[in-house]
């Protein structure tokens, strides 16, 4: 989800992004997270999907990675901007 906020734009910071309004990517972020939760956590849907619950180390990876790629391409998007 990370990156689907961080590729709003490539001419603007996420500061600038967020400012500018757009229901629909924020009915795609809602969506989007409510079927992966529901996808992890309901055991019938986990069965469908063969998937598992996340323990709080796995969330916490997730987090974290998700968080150094935002980092990273908004760093390269500043970087881009100034030169």
């Avoid at 990517?25 to 055991?43: D, E, K, M």
């Avoid at 986990?46 to 323990?55: G, M, W």
């Amino acid at each position: 989800m990370s990156l689907i906020f961080v590729n709003r734009s490539w001419s603007r910071n996420i500061f600038h992004a967020l400012r500018s309004p757009n229901r629909a990517f924020w009915w795609v972020v809602s969506g989007a997270f409510g079927f992966l939760g529901a996808v992890i956590y309901v055991p019938v849907l986990q069965q469908i999907f063969r998937f598992a619950p996340l323990h709080p180390a796995d969330l916490a990876i997730c987090i974290a990675a998700g968080t150094v790629s935002f980092l990273v391409i908004e760093l390269l998007k500043l970087k881009r901007s100034n030169t």
